[in-house]
């Protein structure tokens, strides 16, 4: 995710050692304001307003402190149904941020919820959960209970989108505990407890390099990658075919790292994504989008060939890069991504300072397909 420039209509109030308490309740309210400005994808709910029931109202009404307030914005972006919609701060038992500590990425079936992909060298892998097995029930509670459970606080139900994404929340668990997840599947029924991606976390590198594949280690927001990318393409014989490898880049990243990566594989100037800015047309009326282009780097071209992996576990600035090679004429091989979307933006609400995390902009292909609709390239160069 990439941290933009705060709002067109919000104003961040500093808050200073020994100043008055901030007004909480004042800042339930601009976060409504905020979202209806900001979000960029308002089109998904009817009559484009963010979700407002009575229960999310309720809660509204009760801020009286920081974490009533913090409560309040999980509420109101998690009604949003959008992976890449979160708050900047957190309480330890939250939902686990999806898909960054998720491990199972679940998709509707009919009635029910299937596992699409399941991330490898993770607590679900080594349970040996498959892609097509069935999420039966979460906690012992059947999966539609389940999920009419999750979502009834906020007077919402599972209709639509909001099934899938709360069965990947669901799946991926409390940050503080295992999860009890039952699956079924060609192994039969199973109960298993697979413990969280937040005990689980461990340092590496920004790139593993493998011949002339390179990967990255959710590494595309470290400033440090670019160092590390470049001296692995310099080691690579300038005809020799490359591999970029984006299937575990959850976490997104910034343009900076991408540019510079995507930078050594073009000639001239080259398009790579198209950005729009809803909010500047909602409070303008007049509508702004603006193309973003790669750069060579003097010194740094590779000649050979390069294809690019990606899967469920390439996010944001992952599935920007993806799209980019793409434009280029690269073959963009594996399954769908993550599907986020939008550029992020940060928003410090006035008065408190808690920063929420909205997509502002809308992001697509340069040929004008939705970055989150994009699909891999049926190249015979993929296989």
């Known amino acids: 995710m990439r941290p933009g420039a705060a709002a067109l209509c919000v104003l961040a109030a500093p808050v200073t050692l020994g100043a008055a308490t901030p007004d909480f309740a004042g800042d339930a309210r601009a976060l409504d304001a905020l979202v209806a400005a900001n979000y ?91 892609a097509g097995d069935r999420l039966v029930a979460v906690g012992g509670v059947p999966i539609a209970r389940a999920l009419a459970a999750f979502w009834a606080p906020l007077g919402l139900d599972s209709r639509g989108e909001r099934g899938a994404y709360g069965a990947r929340v669901l799946a991926a668990g409390r940050r503080d505990r295992p999860r ?10 199973r109960t298993l407890t697979l413990a969280s991606l937040y005990a689980t976390h461990t340092d590496r590198p920004p790139l593993t390099v493998t011949g002339t594949t390179i990967r990255f280690n959710n590494s595309l927001g470290d400033q440090t990658t670019i160092a590390a990318f470049d001296a692995a393409m310099a080691a690579i014989p300038g005809g020799a075919p490359v591999t970029i490898d984006l299937t575990d880049t959850p976490s997104g ?12 594989f073009v000639r001239g100037p080259s398009a790579y994504q ?13 509508p702004r989008q603006w193309i973003e282009q ?40 594996g399954t769908r991504m993550a599907g986020l979307r939008g550029a992020v933006y940060d928003f410090p609400l006035p008065a408190s300072g808690l920063v929420v995390k909205l997509p502002a902009e809308r992001l697509y292909t340069v040929s004008g397909t939705p970055r989150e609709d994009f699909q891999p390239s049926p190249d015979a160069r993929c296989r």
């Open 40 to 130: 960029a994808y308002l089109d998904r709910f009817p009559g484009g307003k963010p979700p407002m029931t009575p229960q999310v109202a309720a809660a509204r009404d009760a801020v009286h402190d920081r974490d009533s307030l913090l409560h309040y914005a999980e509420d109101v972006l998690t009604a949003l149904a959008d992976h890449h919609a979160i708050t900047g701060a957190s309480f330890k038992d939250d939902w686990a941020v999806v898909p960054t500590y998720a491990d199972l990425w679940i998709e509707r079936a009919g009635d029910g919820y299937v596992v699409d992909a399941v991330r490898p060298d993770t607590p679900a892998a080594r349970a040996g959960v498959m």
């Open 180 to 189: 009890v997840l039952t699956v079924a599947g060609a192994r039969g029924t």
């Open 253 to 264: 990243g910034n343009t900076s790292v991408a540019r510079a990566v995507m930078g050594w």
């Open 274 to 286: 198209v950005h729009t800015l809803p909010a500047e047309e909602r409070e303008t009326g007049v």
């Open 294 to 333: 790669v750069l060579p780097r003097a010194g740094k071209y590779h000649s050979g060939p390069v294809r690019v992996r990606v899967g469920r576990w390439t996010g944001s600035m992952g599935e920007g890069i993806a799209i980019g090679f793409a434009a280029f004429g690269t073959p963009v091989c």
